[in-house]
């Protein structure tokens, strides 16, 4: 599966950004994809995951109420609506994919197989 992510960009607090991530193939079964980010200096971490086949998802604490994951299964696309931006969001945003990852593995960035690459998201006045 390959995954391309677009959508990063320079935003300022409060601002809004909407990342997409395409996957290469249909998804079927216990398809996932989620959205982990990683900001200079430090380790990455899970932003948000969303089950394929119900649209079940789960969120970070840190994003919850401000970020919203969805997909669109025609287009083989998720996208990450980010609201409410804050200077600590700035980090390169990578989506990720997995055929069969288990509910309680979804914010585990080792779980998933297929990795897009980065895009950044600065957000500064």
């Known amino acids: 599966v390959q995954l391309q992510a677009s959508g990063g960009g320079l935003v300022q607090p409060g601002g809004s950004l909407r990342l997409s991530c395409t996957a290469s193939?249909?998804?079927?079964?216990?398809?996932?994809m989620a959205w982990f980010r990683q900001a200079p200096g430090k380790e990455r971490e899970f932003v948000a995951a969303?089950?394929?086949?119900?649209?079940?998802?789960r969120y970070a604490d840190s994003v919850k109420g401000r970020f919203t994951i969805s997909r669109d299964k025609t287009k083989n696309t998720a996208y990450l609506q980010m609201n409410s931006l804050k200077p600590e969001d700035t980090a390169a945003y990578y989506c990720?994919?997995?055929?069969?990852?288990?509910?309680?593995?979804?914010?585990?960035?080792?779980?998933?197989?297929?990795w897009g690459q980065g895009t950044l998201v600065t957000v500064s006045s």
């Open positions: 990720a994919a997995d055929r069969s990852i288990i509910t309680s593995d979804l914010a585990n960035a080792w779980a998933y197989d297929y």
């Open positions: 193939e249909r998804a079927s079964g216990r398809y996932a």
């Open positions: 969303i089950r394929w086949n119900d649209g079940s998802t």
